[in-house]
T-cell receptor, first 114, second 117 residues
Framework: SAVISQKPSRDICQRGTSLTIQCQVD?????MFWYRQQPGQSLTLIAT?????????ESGFVIDKFPISRPNLTFSTLTVSNLSPEDSSIYLC???????????FGPGTRLTVL | AQSVTQLGSHVSVSEGALVLLRCNYS??????LFWYVQYPNQGLQLLLK??????LVKGINGFEAEFKKSETSFHLTKPSAHMSDAAEYFC???????????????FGTGTLLAVQP
């Protein structure tokens, strides 16, 4: 498995601002993903973070709203832009190891937008 | 296309009783199947997974699940519930990893397990 940390663990933000979430892994991983878990809901994949290139977004998610960076094999950031109360969710980073078939999840970032 | 259905958004059992959480899947390719657990205010922890081979898989904390292709099911069981098992459980499916196969993990809607003393 992998040890995954996320910063911040939680935040309260004002409408119209942005929040950048960091995901750090203790080993080099091939795949990194970002998920959203809305209150009382299941997880939805936002995008796959590609190292050295633009992220691959799922239907319904766009780069202007959720810009993602992945400068190396152990680190990624997700920014949630122009926040609205509907963005209040838990955002989770996950990784898949080279040759593996299992995704491991970070502890999540709980975002509340006022 | 793939999908997951978890029957029962809330399940309540008595301590010491059998736990059975139901999961049915749909997949056009051989599936990889997973159960994750989420404790309050925490991230997801892998309980167990099925990829290939033995259809009965054992996981952490005494849980196990059986892959039944004919029934497209992957139900999670534990013979005797503990208070510490109270959490939300998610079933998930992904495609098998051959030549450009999907990385996407499709989750069910989750089942909240309550354990009564």
């Amino acid at each position: 498995s992998a040890v995954i940390s996320q910063k911040p663990s939680r935040d309260i933000c004002q409408r119209g601002t942005s929040l950048t979430i960091q995901c750090q892994v203790d080993s080099q991983v091939t795949m990194m993903f970002w998920y959203r878990q809305q209150p009382g809901q299941s997880l939805t994949l936002i995008a796959t973070a590609n190292q050295g290139s633009e992220a691959t977004y799922e239907s319904g998610f766009v780069i202007d709203k959720f810009p993602i960076s992945r400068p190396n094999l152990t680190f990624s950031t997700l920014t949630v832009s122009n926040l609205s109360p509907e963005d209040s969710s838990i955002y989770l980073c996950s990784v898949r190891l080279a040759g593996g078939n299992t995704q491991y999840f970070g502890p999540g970032t709980r975002l509340t937008v006022l | 296309a793939q999908s997951v259905t978890q029957l029962g958004s809330h399940v309540s059992v008595s301590e010491g009783a059998l736990v059975l959480l139901r999961c049915n899947y749909s997949s056009s390719v051989p599936p990889y199947l997973f159960w994750y657990v989420q404790y309050p205010n925490q991230g997801l922890q892998l309980l167990l997974k099925y990829t290939t081979g033995a259809t009965l898989v054992k996981g952490i904390n005494g849980f196990e699940a059986e892959f039944k292709k004919s029934e497209t099911s992957f139900h999670l069981t534990k013979p005797s519930a503990h208070m510490s098992d109270a959490a939300e459980y998610f079933c998930a499916v992904s495609g098998s990893n051959y030549g450009g196969a999907t990385n996407k993990l499709i989750f069910g809607t989750g089942t909240l397990l309550a354990v009564q003393p």
